[in-house]
């Protein structure tokens, strides 16, 4: 069963930065895309931003030119740079697969943006 383990978040004011790490588990890591995604309270879990195996990313409109996913396959690690935080970045960040999610979500990290 592939574990994941989110950190890196935290109380930051607008327009603060933010590193988030995930580390992951899976064996195929490196042939996997992955992705981040975010769940703010009471609403559903929406997508971020994902990396293809080679290092090709995708961002959700709302994150574009501010947010930057990378990962590291040797090390079986997947980064999510997040700069100008905004009050509605507020959320868990999850990382997982890019395409067919694991089973097995992690506890995520807790990122919250102060006005």
């Known amino acids: 069963q592939v574990q994941l383990v989110e950190s890196g978040g935290g109380l930051m004011q607008a327009g603060g930065s933010l590193r988030l790490s995930c580390a992951a588990s899976?064996?195929?890591?490196?042939?996997?895309?992955m992705a981040w995604y975010r769940q703010a309270p009471g609403k559903q879990r929406d997508f971020v931003a994902r990396i293809s195996s080679s290092g090709n990313p995708v961002y959700a409109g709302s994150v574009k030119g501010r947010f930057t996913i990378s990962r590291d396959n040797a090390k079986n690690m997947v980064y999510l740079q997040m700069n100008s935080l905004k009050p509605e970045d507020t959320a868990v960040y999850y990382c997982n697969r890019g395409s067919s999610p694991w089973s097995s979500w992690g506890q995520g990290t807790q990122v919250t943006v102060s006005s």
């Open positions: 899976a064996r195929t890591f490196s042939i996997e895309p």
